[in-house]
């Protein structure tokens, strides 16, 4: 067995030479390539992080600052300029613009890494799809750190939080959450590796998806029939279960949750099979 020892600005990793791009192989492969390479998945989704925070003077507060600075625009805009008339709505808006700024740089992350990690894609054993996974990963210790923003707001609007089990749900929303922006990274990376504008495509689409989902308007203010349509969006059923759980202390309605879980999960079984049918067009072209 040849190894290979690549050393990149994020991280440094060790893998076998791989001489053919690998034939079509059911989902299971994806538990036994995890197993097999989950020193590079850890490595890869650290050294990430860390290069994102590499000699800046904030460091680990941007997660933290970009939310809260949204977060107070909106709320002199929304909440002043022009009332929405909803209580503690920083509080509101913050629940929403968390997991969206999530989602919005997984996504975009996750479309140009087969790009930016071509040589470790090409000359080592380390499946594609862990490079995608651990730049969604990173992504998920940012998620980590921007909860912190939630903190100091309860001190301001305590009423607008209720304690109960239902937080316990917010494990699996959250599941969701990173479901979502795999699956959307997985498939559109692959596409990217063939269709090098394809990060202008994502960028135009986020644009439209911020619009499209509830972050700084509440969604029971729309008709009936154009809330079960606003259910098809993955990110207005899960930020409307992260605000049924947070702000109500209550279990989001079966039709909300559900889904959040359909949905999510829908697209990362989506992106996961783009990703096995041109896993060999990826080996080609990086």
Request: charged residues 10%.
């Amino acid at each position: 067995m040849r190894l290979y020892r690549h050393r990149t600005p994020d991280a440094t990793f060790v893998g076998e030479l791989a001489a053919e791009p690998p034939p079509w192989r059911p989902f299971g492969s994806f538990v036994s390539d995890l197993k097999t390479h989950s020193h590079a998945l850890e490595a890869f989704a650290l050294g990430r992080f860390r290069a994102a925070y590499r000699a800046q003077a904030l460091g680990l507060l941007w997660p933290l600052a970009n939310p809260t600075i949204l977060m107070i625009v909106m709320s002199v805009f929304f909440g002043i300029v022009f009332p929405t008339r909803i209580d503690a709505y920083p509080v509101f808006l913050i629940l929403g613009l968390i997991p969206w700024h999530f989602l919005s740089h997984a996504w975009t992350d996750g479309t140009s890494c087969f790009l930016q990690h071509a040589e470790v894609i090409k000359r080592t054993g380390v499946p594609a799809w862990i490079v995608a996974f651990g730049s969604v990963l990173s992504h998920v210790l940012n998620l980590a750190f921007a909860t912190l923003s939630v903190l100091p707001l309860i001190a301001f609007y305590p009423d607008a939080f209720h304690v109960s089990f239902a937080l316990l749900l917010l494990i699996p929303v959250l599941v969701c959450l990173v479901a979502l922006g795999q699956g959307l990274a997985l498939g559109s990376a692959v596409f990217n590796v063939v269709f090098r504008d394809v990060g202008y495509i994502v960028n135009s689409a986020l644009v439209v998806l911020f619009w499209a989902t509830p972050i700084f308007y509440p969604m029971d203010r729309l008709g009936p029939l154009a809330q079960k349509v606003m259910l098809l969006n993955p990110m207005a059923a899960v930020i409307q279960c992260i605000r049924d759980i947070v702000l109500k202390g209550a279990v989001p309605p079966p039709t909300v949750l559900g889904a959040a879980f359909v949905t999510c999960f829908s697209i990362l079984l989506l992106g996961s099979l783009v990703y096995q049918r041109f896993a060999r067009v990826v080996a080609d072209h990086v």
